[in-house]
């Protein structure tokens, strides 16, 4: 993230960032506010309030046609055959050599429409189009369609425990009557949305997918309604420390091109034995023969700065590995992080070596997530 | 919001203030506002010696760490340990309770060249541009 330049493309709801008297930074080519009043206040809300999170960066891609189950599943990791109508998996977007170009949730659209809405990372968004339109081209007696909706669509976020309260006030539908990873056409605040129970933070909430001309309606109604119930903005800043905690991946750091899925601790989400996709055999090669690292979670013991992604790992003076990310962690109030480390050396209790700004730190391997919500 | 008159200023965002032989360094309030939420600190102990352009500890936020450079050369007489219990005194009172350290001058006039309130105000202006 960089300061603000004249070329970054600006959300639906920029203005109100502004107003709201948010930092914006420079992220994935859009110009996206960082915090609104802290990162620490704004993560202390999520996690016992809610929050409002502006996801207009996010990418979104349609894919139509009568062959779009079979393209996907060939393109994708997941098994995709498995959706029912209004359902939504994750996946990643595998390329040839067993690696990911993206992690990805796949939406079907509900009972009576046809094919799939594919939500794809800001900052992959056009190298991912362009990876589904060369495959296309290989495939090219399939009769499908791959669309990047994204300029279109705004995309917003409610998460924490009051998320749902807030949200049923706005709507005649009944937000509980969604179950965890389905969406729905519904009327919020009088406009037309997708509402989808999903999210990147831990908590229980919902995203919309509205029109970029209506997306504000929907933005201002959820804060408005919210207010007094602790609902507030929450930025980009403290999405991250969200995430982590719940230790959920993020790409460039936990995901990568050379990184495999089983590697990256998201083995879940692919399917070897389904189906046929880009990549499958060098990503069952890696799982037969056992992946050469893991990823693993890990706490500093006394205090020290936090430690940050890329900082090497060492154990007896032997460097196994990186750090893929880390903070200070708001809910466990000390540093957290996610390393990828030569797999003889991962092992809940196990402990390690962080290098922070120069010096040694001792670390401990701990169970992930950080942190799980009560009921989750 | 306008920085204290009697101290002295460092283009680093550190401040500086005299108190006969020894001077107390902190960290400004332009400083503190950019970092966001400080949660970790690291100071010198007393007996340790610090110099002129070279860091003197760490301040951390949730984003990024950061060093913190020191002004002048000395040796430090004490150290804020309350602020390295409560980092947050830093975001919450840069120029009171959040002092960092005390340092006995091997140099008074080395003072003399850092910046005035009205001169780190202005330059702190022109960097947030």
Request: no cysteine; glycine share 10%.
């Amino acid at each position: 993230m960089s300061q603000e330049t004249s070329t970054d493309r600006k959300t639906a709801l920029h203005q109100r960032h502004v107003d709201l008297g948010a930092r914006m930074v420079s992220f994935a080519g859009w110009n996206m506010p960082i915090q609104y009043t802290g990162i620490l206040a704004e993560h202390r809300a999520v996690r016992t309030a809610a929050g409002l999170f502006d996801l207009g960066h996010m990418g979104q891609v349609s894919v139509t046609g009568p062959d779009a189950l079979t393209f996907l599943q060939w393109t994708t990791t997941n098994d995709v055959s498995k959706l029912e109508a209004g359902e939504a998996q994750y996946a990643l977007l595998p390329n040839e050599s067993g690696g990911v170009v993206d992690d990805i949730i796949v939406y079907r659209q509900p009972e009576g429409e046809d094919g799939y809405m594919v939500v794809v990372n800001a900052s992959n968004r056009e190298r991912d189009v362009a990876w589904w339109q060369e495959l296309r081209g290989r495939r090219s007696k399939l009769d499908v369609e791959v669309r990047d909706i994204s300029h279109k669509l705004g995309m917003i976020a409610i998460q924490g425990p009051v998320a749902e309260t807030i949200t049923s006030r706005l709507t005649a539908f009944d937000p509980l009557s969604l179950d965890y990873f389905t969406w729905k056409r519904v009327k919020v605040a009088g406009v037309t949305t997708m509402i989808a129970r999903t999210g990147y933070t831990g908590e229980d909430g919902f995203e919309f997918y509205a029109d970029d001309a209506e997306i504000a309606t929907i933005w201002d109604a959820l804060l408005w309604e919210g207010g007094r119930d602790g609902l507030v903005p929450v930025g980009l800043g403290a999405r991250d420390t969200l995430r982590l905690e719940a230790r959920m991946p993020l790409y460039g750091q936990e995901l990568g091109d050379d990184i495999s899925p089983y590697e990256a601790g998201v083995g879940w989400a692919v399917k070897l034995d389904a189906k046929e996709f880009i990549g499958r055999d060098k990503m069952a090669e890696v799982k037969a023969a056992k992946p050469a690292r893991r990823t693993v979670g890990f706490t500093t013991v006394g205090r020290s700065a936090a430690p940050r992604t890329h900082y090497p790992l060492f154990v007896d003076g032997k460097e196994i590995g990186q750090v893929t990310s880390g903070a200070w962690s708001p809910t466990l109030e000390k540093n957290i992080g996610l390393a990828l480390i030569d797999r003889e050396y991962a092992g809940v209790g196990k402990p390690l070596q962080v290098e922070v700004r120069g010096k040694l730190v001792d670390a401990v391997q701990v169970k992930t997530p950080f942190y799980k919500r009560d009921n989750g | 919001m306008a920085s204290p008159k009697d101290l002295k200023y460092t283009k680093t965002h550190e401040w500086v203030r005299l108190d006969g032989e020894t001077a107390v360094l902190g960290l400004t309030d332009t400083a503190q506002t950019e970092l966001g939420d400080i949660t970790y600190l690291e100071l010198p102990d007393a007996g340790e010696s610090v110099s002129a352009g070279e860091p003197f500890g760490v301040v951390e936020s949730v984003k990024a760490a950061s060093d913190m450079y020191s002004p002048i050369d000395g040796e430090v007489v004490e150290r804020n340990d309350d602020a390295i219990e409560a980092p947050e005194l830093i975001n919450q009172s840069p120029y009171e309770k959040a002092w960092l350290v005390k340092v006995k001058l091997a140099d008074p006039s080395q003072l003399d060249s850092l910046m005035s309130n009205s001169a780190y105000d202005e330059f702190a202006e022109e960097q947030a541009g």
